[in-house]
């Protein structure tokens, strides 16, 4: 019982229950995670691509299990110039996207129980969820990139490449700007309100933590 207690730390003092200096913890952290949910049906990242043959350009957006867009279109281009086709990048993310992002947003919301530092751990998915999302598009874009099929038309006349998972490239012809997209910002903006609601959360129990320590 005392591990238990040590865990979950001190419960809302009589006479203080429903006030919102510790009200504004939970309600930041459920916010948090029914941001990210939200972000489930929103496009992560956008990628733009200009060439004198498309005057009108070229649009993808990418959600965490799906991509729509000029989808085709840059499929049968990749073709030429050797590319894999999109359906063969992030297989595993996109089966265990959803159910990864209710886990973190679970944890987040399993966090409104626990009033020590213990919180922390079950913050980090929500703070590192974001960034992790950069960095495997990041690596996938690099993948595709040192991925040409040598027999390709035009795989020769491109070489390899990496281009940013954001700002401005230049892909042969091709100039391309990839963009955070709205479910990218929510996630962002969910990872912020978490930071806001872990400083709120240490102002409000903090010092009940440390008289029962004491």
Same mark, same amino acid.
């Given at each position: 019982?005392? %591990? ?33 949910? &939200? ?9 733009? *691509? ?9 649009? $993808?957006?990418? =959600?965490?299990?799906?991509?729509? !867009? ?9 073709? =030429?110039?050797?590319?894999? !086709? ?9 089966? &265990? ?10 944890? *987040?919301?399993?966090? $409104?129980? $626990? ?5 922390? %751990?079950?913050?980090?998915?929500? *703070? ?10 990041? =690596?996938?874009?690099?993948? =595709? !990139? ?12 491109? !070489? ?10 230049? &892909? ?12 990218? $910002?929510? %996630? ?7 930071? *806001? ?6 102002? %409000? ?10």
């Amino acid at each position: 019982m005392e %591990a238990t207690n040590r865990f979950f730390g001190p419960r809302v003092p009589k006479g203080a229950r429903g006030t919102r200096e510790f009200r504004l913890p939970t309600l930041m952290f459920l916010g948090a995670a029914a941001l990210l949910l &939200i972000s489930i049906f929103l496009p992560y990242w956008r990628l733009l *691509l200009e060439a004198p043959q498309f005057p009108g350009g070229l649009v $993808i957006d990418i =959600y965490v299990n799906d991509m729509t !867009g000029d989808v085709e279109l840059l499929e049968g281009l990749n073709h =030429y110039v050797g590319l894999p !086709g999109f359906d063969e990048g992030a297989t595993l993310e996109r089966q &265990i996207a959803v159910a990864g992002i209710i886990a973190v947003a679970g944890s *987040l919301a399993a966090g $409104i129980f $626990i009033h020590t530092r213990w919180v922390v %751990a079950f913050s980090i998915p929500m *703070l590192a969820f974001p960034f992790v999302f950069l960095a495997d598009l990041q =690596y996938w874009l690099w993948r =595709y !990139g040192h991925s040409l099929d040598p027999i390709a038309p035009f795989s020769d006349a491109v !070489g390899e490449f990496t281009p940013p998972v954001l700002g401005p490239s230049t &892909i042969a012809q091709f100039n391309t700007w990839a963009l955070p997209n709205w479910g990218l $910002i929510a %996630a962002f903006a969910a990872a912020v309100i978490t930071v *806001l609601g872990l400083r709120a959360h240490r102002r %409000a129990w903090e010092p009940l933590v440390q008289r029962d320590e004491s």
